[in-house]
Nanobody, 117 residues
């Protein structure tokens, strides 16, 4: 299983972030899988952002729910992370990962997003 994040490395404050997580070797329609996004700001601990399941059901961190969306494109085995109204404090390494109900988690390598004017 491989997950690969991609997106802009630099975003201006107040703009919207759009990241892509391309999945290979696993089906994003599998019922036993949670597809999650997490981020880690420089020098800080990781923060869980949200997840999506095969049905399209999503769940979000309460602190980010108002400005975060996690859609998916099943035909292309792709997940997305969209977050609006970015601020410098949103600077972080953003990662997607597969969290199955049983078995090991599988991680993407992460992508650094810097929010700066």
């Amino acid at each position: 299983v491989q997950l690969q994040e991609s997106g802009p490395g630099l975003v201006k404050p107040s703009q919207t972030l759009a990241l892509t997580c391309t999945v290979s070797g696993a089906s994003i329609t599998e019922a036993d899988y949670y597809w999650r996004w997490i981020r880690q700001p420089p020098g800080k601990g990781p923060e869980w952002m949200g997840c999506i399941r095969y049905s399209g059901h999503t769940d979000y961190s309460p602190s980010l729910k108002s400005r975060t969306s996690i859609p998916k494109d099943t035909d292309n085995s792709t997940l997305f992370l969209q977050m609006n109204s970015l601020e410098p404090d949103d600077t972080a390494v953003y990662s997607c990962y597969l969290d199955p109900t049983s078995g090991p988690r599988m991680w993407g390598q992460g992508t650094l997003v810097t929010v700066s004017s």
